[in-house]
């Protein structure tokens, strides 16, 4: 069982699917001679990106226990406040078996990179989202104590 959190927003369904992206950066150099090197670099930050299904009523039968479903428009109305903010959020997403016990979890901080809202006929009144996320790169200033 998945639970998915952006900040204190745990969204009403988890994902069927979700993928995690680490681009490559290496890059590949010619030199005179017309060969090739490889010249290996640390990998980008991760990228996230799934979609998620928003339903309209709170007793739609994929909606787990526990789990607080508001109308569509609020998750959408969140995700607008927080592009536009541009601010990083925490995301969290908790796995569990059925009996409980916990497997593995995902806790990093992102930025929204994007989202589409996708609405279709044969959804009703639920819409789907789809969202991209990557990780947030914190900036970090060291202090030089030495003399010049």
Known sequence: MYHFFIGDMELPLAPEKYALRLPKKSEVLTLADGSEMSLPRPCGLREISF???????????????????????????????????????RLIIYRT???????????????LDGYQVLEMADLGFDVRVAINLREYGQRVTKKFAGKL
């Open 51 to 89: 979609e998620v299904l928003l339903p309209y009523f709170a007793d739609a039968p994929l909606v787990r226990d526990g789990v607080q479903v508001r109308k569509p428009i609020y998750y959408m109305n969140r995700l607008a406040e927080w592009a536009q903010s541009a601010e990083p959020r």
């Open 97 to 111: 078996l059925p009996s409980g016990e916990e497997i593995f979890n995902t806790n990093m901080l992102v930025t």
